[in-house]
């Protein structure tokens, strides 16, 4: 076949035209060398950008993979409080209609659809809504009825339930061997002697009637040496925790710049009177409630009975304590009006303090409470009603002069009345009986404690050091350091994201929220066993005399106080929410326990419970009137509430209903917990990208489930909120890349939000 001509020719020219292999092309070599390099940068692109795709498909896969389940007794115990039927993903149409309390229950029996609102006034609108939603909040009631008779699945209890629960475990744990602390095992011996219901009935009133001799008698009784009245005082106050007259307490001064000084300083209030005070916003004035006063009185009388005090001596002696104690009412004021009229914090020298209220031997009494402390005249004081203190001392020196000739003796049996309701605790179960009769006249409607709990508390009073500490070497390790890490982190990215209306403003509270140290309460003050076994070896307790106990736990409240004015380091460890001092932002041992938290736990869990719970805390603590700062908040809590509408009643309904500023403000501080919550959660899962299961449920299956339970039944801002918390959840879901499906069916005329409520944190 002949070839063609032309292309013949063009072969031959190009062939002609190349150089020979022998000969050098210096622009031929740069050609290949360019294009060699090129090649090899395309390569290595595509290889690093395959290897991320990898890697990221990876952790994607291990994201939505099955998780192996956790075993460990306190996953075990959790488990009790889930149940696959609570993953938000089995039923995605109606997740949003998920009940408070309805946990582990089905949708046809606990849960139906919302019905229309009606167009009502804003200020009707809870009261539709219950009508509106099918009777939810009805409902929520019979599911905790149903919950717990059933059996089914517990709840999460309070915080403070929690905490206590905790130390109630450490308590009664059984000794293994020879204990490593003894500082624990008087904590342990001091519980056992509370608990034991059977010894202050044995004793009756011996105890205290010693006591009371002790003391110099008193009149009610005919038997009173008449003891110097500063004296004694000075002796309730420092050795028997009791302040009378006015209260003792060391603190910060808030007036000062936090970030300035850490220095503490003595504080002086008004005390607590045992009968309700009825305040007049237009005289200004306080009255002891009179309905009260009768009922006052004859607790008064039961008391004088259980001491053995003739019946013939109660009207005198109970008359003039009502009497002495209605007259010093008479100029205390509600919080509210004592900082309006900036009677907080007053700074004055005990010197001063002296001349203003001189019924009282200020530096005696302040040296007594704060030894081995040197306090001198000198000193500043920080007064909490000072018009109160001065009332206090003219009513006390007006009472000496008119009363000390007729050996009725009306202060002494003040202060010894005030002692006695500081013992009740300690003695025979009739004086606790009146003293609970008397608070439920006056309107407690609270159960009463049981004993555990009252037990509990009384150790924390004096072991509250010992406690923080073991909480956080069982509860509170490195997973606790790095889930308050991870939500600080979280929380300041979305803070930087917000829209400021004031940028003077926003660059203030972003450089203080930037220049804050968040860090676990134990960090700086964490005692070795040997310092610890130290702090508590004076004291020496007995088996089967819990009173005898008792009064040394008050010695060792006292030497508390002059412990944090001497370093000026408090024990936060048993508080359940974050606080700030000075640049620290201390985060409470005391809210790493089961089943907020564990070091064993999935970590969807924890960072779907505490973790949501801490971010709400220090939303809180930071931004409590974020409302008047921020855009934010209005336009992200309206675009969820406009989603609520419109899942609930049907688009076009969104303008209809407006949420008052309050209300905005929590649903953006609990939308925007969810979101920092899941944001830190992903930081924890970049480190370790595996985590376990629990009852089925495992990572975001987990988290969400986490939150919504324990913002159901643990959350104490949750009645703030104008809807489930089960809602936020399906916002989240209806935009974010992290859930696996929505949660709302839009074939149901139901409408997706006509914006994103997401902000930069998730994405």
Request: glycine share 6%; aromatic share 10%; with cysteine.
């Amino acid at each position: 076949m002949d070839e063609n001509p032309a292309v013949h020719q063009e072969m031959v020219t190009t062939a002609e035209e190349q150089p020979r292999s022998d000969e050098p092309n210096p622009m031929g070599c740069n050609k290949y060398r360019s294009l060699l390099l090129v090649l090899f940068a395309s390569s290595l692109f595509a290889t690093t950008l395959g290897l991320a795709i990898y890697s990221h498909l990876q952790k994607e896969s291990q994201w939505k993979s099955a998780a192996p389940p956790c075993l460990s007794p306190a996953c075990l115990r959790a488990s009790e409080q889930f149940s696959l039927d609570m993953d938000p993903f089995s039923r995605p149409c109606d997740y949003f209609l998920y009940a408070c309390g309805a946990g582990g229950s089905s949708t046809n029996k606990r849960r139906q659809r919302v019905s229309g609102f009606s167009n009502e006034d804003n200020g009707e609108l809870d009261k539709k809504r219950e009508v509106g939603m099918g009777g939810l909040l009805r409902m929520r009631r019979e599911a905790d009825v149903q919950g717990k008779s059933d059996g089914r699945l517990d709840k999460f209890p309070d915080r403070q339930t929690a905490l206590l629960k905790a130390i109630k475990e450490i308590l009664e744990s059984p000794e293994e061997g020879v204990s490593k602390s003894a500082a624990e095992q008087k904590a342990k011996k001091f519980f056992k002697t509370c608990m034991d219901a059977e010894s202050p009935e044995k004793v009756g009133t011996e105890r205290f009637l010693t006591l009371l001799q002790q003391l110099g008698g008193w009149a009610v009784s005919g038997e009173w040496n008449q003891k110097d009245f500063n004296t004694t005082l000075t002796l309730l106050m420092s050795q028997y925790s009791t302040f009378p007259f006015f209260n003792v307490y060391v603190g910060p001064d808030s007036g000062e710049e936090q970030n300035a000084s850490n220095k503490h300083y003595i504080q002086i209030d008004e005390p607590h009177f045992q009968f309700p005070i009825d305040w007049n916003s237009e005289t200004h004035k306080s009255k002891a409630s009179t309905r009260y006063l009768r009922p006052f009185y004859s607790s008064c009388g039961q008391y004088l009975a259980l001491l053995g005090v003739p019946s013939n001596g109660t009207t005198q002696h109970c008359g003039l304590y009502i009497s002495l104690s209605t007259t010093l009412a008479v100029a205390t004021s509600p919080l509210r009006y004592r900082l309006s009229q900036k009677l907080l914090y007053h700074r004055i020298t005990i010197r001063e303090l002296q001349t203003r209220a001189s019924a009282i031997d200020w530096l005696a009494c302040l040296q007594a409470i704060f030894q081995p402390l040197p306090i001198s005249q000198s000193d500043i004081v920080l007064v909490h009603n000072l018009p109160y203190i001065i009332h206090m001392s003219q009513t006390i020196s007006q009472w000496q002069s008119l009363h000390e000739t007729m050996g009725t003796g009306p202060l002494h049996t003040y202060m010894i009345f005030s002692l006695l309701q500081t013992l009740i605790p300690a003695l025979d179960s009739r004086f606790f009986q009146t003293m609970r009769n008397y608070s439920i006249v006056t309107g407690d409607t609270q159960e009463e404690m049981p004993r555990w709990w009252r037990c509990v508390q009384q150790t924390e009073r004096g072991f509250d050091v010992l406690l923080s500490h073991v909480i956080r070497e069982r509860h509170a390790q490195k997973e606790a350091e790095e889930l308050i890490h991870d939500v600080y982190s979280s929380l300041e990215k979305k803070l930087t994201d917000l829209s400021w209306r004031d940028k003077t403003s926003s660059g203030f509270i972003l450089n203080k929220i930037k220049s804050l140290n968040p860090r676990l309460s134990t960090k700086k003050n964490n005692l070795s066993h040997t310092e610890l076994d130290h702090l508590y070896a004076e004291m020496d307790l007995k088996e089967e005399d819990f009173f005898s106990n008792f009064l040394q736990m008050l010695v060792l409240e006292q030497k508390s106080r002059w412990r944090l004015l001497s370093h000026g380091t408090r024990t936060e460890g048993l508080s359940i929410t974050p606080s700030i001092s000075g640049n620290d932002i201390i985060i409470p041992v005391g809210m790493f326990v089961l089943p907020f938290f564990h070091s064993s736990y999935p970590r969807a869990l924890n960072y779907g419970t505490l973790g949501s719970l801490m971010a709400k805390d220090l939303l809180h603590l930071l931004l409590p009137d974020i409302h008047t700062q921020a855009d934010n908040p209005e336009s992200e809590s309206m675009c969820v509430w406009s989603h609520y509408l419109s899942v609930t009643k049907g688009s076009g309904q969104a303008g209809t209903f407006s949420l008052p500023p309050s209300k905005q403000q929590e649903v953006w501080v609990q939308y925007s917990a969810l979101q920092v919550a899941l944001d830190a959660y992903k930081m924890s899962f970049t480190r370790h990208p595996t985590d376990s299961s629990l009852s089925g449920l495992s990572y975001i299956h987990l988290f969400l489930s986490s939150f919504t339970k324990v913002t159901c039944d643990a959350d104490s801002y949750r009645e703030f909120m104008p809807f489930e918390p089960s809602f936020l959840v399906t916002v989240l879901c209806s935009s974010s890349g992290f859930c696996p499906k929505s949660l709302t069916c839009l074939n149901k005329s139901q409408s997706s939000p006509h914006e994103m409520c997401q902000s930069r944190t998730l994405h």
